[in-house]
């Protein structure tokens, strides 16, 4: 059974920096994507970054170059650095998996519909 628990979501002011923490259990080869989404009130949710099983990664444009997506393989934990954080990325930010065939991008970002797995997410508060 895969698990996706998120942690590390805080209130930060405009400029910081944060990192999320993702840890997946039940994930018993490597032949997953893994990817973080977020979901403001009253918008869609929405794919943030990308992390294929061969080491690609693929950021949505309104971060790129300030989020960064990385994965400790040996504990199976994938993390979100976020730099530079904006008003705008205030959000409820989610893990997901899914078996990498079954992944899908859109614009370079990942797609909601197309993931399996999913946390509970964790709040990102991003204040002036």
């Known amino acids: 059974q895969v698990r996706m628990v998120e942690s590390g979501g805080d209130s930060v002011q405009t400029g910081g920096s944060l990192r999320l923490s993702c840890a997946a259990s039940?994930?018993?080869?490597?032949?997953?994507?893994m990817a973080w989404f977020r979901q403001a009130p009253g918008k869609e949710r929405e794919g943030v970054a990308a992390?294929?099983?061969?080491?690609?990664?693929h950021y949505a444009d309104s971060v790129k170059g300030r989020f960064t997506i990385s994965k400790d393989n040996a504990n199976n934990i994938l993390y979100l650095q976020m730099a530079d954080l904006k008003l705008e990325d205030t959000a409820t930010y989610y893990c997901?998996?899914?078996?990498?065939?079954?992944?899908?991008?859109?614009?370079?970002?990942?797609?909601?519909?197309?993931?399996?797995?999913w946390g509970q997410g964790t709040q990102v508060t991003v204040s002036s």
């Open positions: 992390l294929d099983d061969d080491g690609s990664t």
């Open positions: 997901a998996a899914q078996i990498v065939s079954l992944c899908s991008l859109r614009s370079n970002a990942p797609v909601a519909r197309a993931m399996r797995y």
């Open positions: 039940g994930i018993t080869d490597s032949n997953y994507c």
